[in-house]
């Protein structure tokens, strides 16, 4: 069964400096990861997508992600961070051939003036 | 474009009530998925429709149902209401059904409460 085990509850940074959210995944098979993003009283906004092909994902707003199949992660990074980062990040992986999505339990990122 | 809609936005019934929430998916996309957010976790899936078909179910009782009409759009309905199912209903739509490549588009979301 696939799941995905999100490391840190909470993470707070100053602005400006960087960000790092970490994600384990366990899966059977060449899992698709995502990580989602979702701000107070919104939706969740799709921020990146690994599906196999290079190990280093490229996002929306400077994020970025590194698939580690010998560390069964999926870390986000980003080099500075801003105000409007704050927000719910989710760690998501999808069982062979898509449908439903599997989340994370969610890391809650804050980010001081 | 216009994204995923969902309505209401917010809504308040008592236990035992039934309840029917609405979602439109992204124009040309077939698929719709609802998923149960509970406040401090993370969502969680609960039924997949693609071309009116049921695709996927997830762990939830019998009183949850779906259906998607030939617009593709999408209803939820849960009876008999409990405490337990106050939680943030998200719809979300993609191209097809199936595929690591079928990318998820979520909507806002529907805020039900029960009392």
């Known amino acids: 069964a696939q799941s995905v085990t999100q490391l840190d509850s909470h993470v707070s940074v100053s602005e400006g400096t960087p960000v790092l959210l970490r994600c384990n995944y366990s899966?059977?098979?060449?899992?698709?990861l995502f990580w989602y993003v979702q701000h107070p009283n919104k939706g969740l906004q799709l921020l990146l997508k690994y599906t196999s092909a290079a190990t280093l994902v490229k996002g929306i707003n400077g994020f970025e992600a590194e698939f580690k199949k010998s560390e069964t992660s999926f870390h986000l990074t980003k080099p500075s961070a801003h105000m409007s980062d704050a927000a719910e990040y989710f760690c998501?992986?999808?069982?062979?051939?898509?449908?439903?999505?599997?989340f994370g339990q969610g890391t809650e990122l804050s980010v001081k003036p | 474009d216009a994204g995923v809609t969902q309505s209401p936005t917010h809504l308040i019934k008592t236990r035992g009530q039934q309840v029917t929430l609405r979602c439109s998916p992204i124009?040309?996309?077939?698929?719709v998925s609802w998923y149960q957010q509970v406040l401090g976790q993370g969502p969680q899936f609960i039924f997949q429709y693609y071309e009116k078909e049921e695709r996927g179910r997830g762990n939830f009782p019998d009183r949850f149902s779906a259906r998607q009409f030939p617009n593709y759009s999408s209803e939820l309905n849960v009876n008999a209401l409990l405490l337990g199912d106050s939680a943030l209903y998200l719809c979300a739509s993609s191209l097809g059904a199936q595929g690591p490549t079928d990318t998820q588009y979520f909507g806002p979301g529907t805020r039900l409460t029960v009392l």
């Open positions: 124009s040309g996309h077939k698929s």
């Open positions: 899966s059977s098979y060449s899992p698709s």
């Open positions: 998501v992986v999808t069982p062979p051939g898509g449908g439903k999505l599997i």
